[in-house]
Nanobody, 124 residues
Framework: QVQLVESGGGLVQAGGSLRLSCAAS????????MGWFRQAPGKEREFVAA????????DYADSVKGRFTIFRDNAKNTVTLQMNSLKPEDTAVYYC?????????????????WGQGTQVTVSS
């Protein structure tokens, strides 16, 4: 079955960087777009970034544009979120998700498989 396992979360000071990785298994990774979402305490889960099957298309939430970069390695079945210039408001549980199709998606309902999440905490 589909498995998505995130890693790389942790505690970092404001202005610092973290790299989140998601290892996918159980399906043909290169046939699906992938995305990252996050959920802060007391808030709904929100879109962060997405990447198409080939990596040729990328989409970012306005709140992270210019600071976060998403990329994928179809040979290694991984998708990575490089997070720079982190802010306290980036504190959340970050989830990796598989889209239902090849193209970039934003809507949570278009993602059918989810990882367990990894905690990112940014201190001020």
């Amino acid at each position: 079955q589909v498995q998505l396992v995130e890693s790389g979360g942790g505690l970092v000071q404001a202005g610092g960087s973290l790299r989140l990785s998601c290892a996918a298994s159980g399906y043909r990774f290169s046939l699906y777009a992938m995305g990252w979402f996050r959920q802060a305490p007391g808030k709904e889960r929100e879109f962060v970034a997405a990447i198409s099957w080939s990596g040729g298309q990328k989409d970012y939430a306005d709140s992270v544009k210019g600071r976060f970069t998403i990329f994928r390695d179809n040979a290694k079945n991984t998708v990575t979120l490089q997070m720079n210039s982190l802010k306290p408001e980036d504190t959340a549980v970050y989830y990796c998700a598989r889209a239902a199709a090849l193209a970039v998606e934003r809507a949570e309902t278009n993602f059918g498989s989810w990882g367990q999440g990894t905690q990112v905490t940014v201190s001020s």
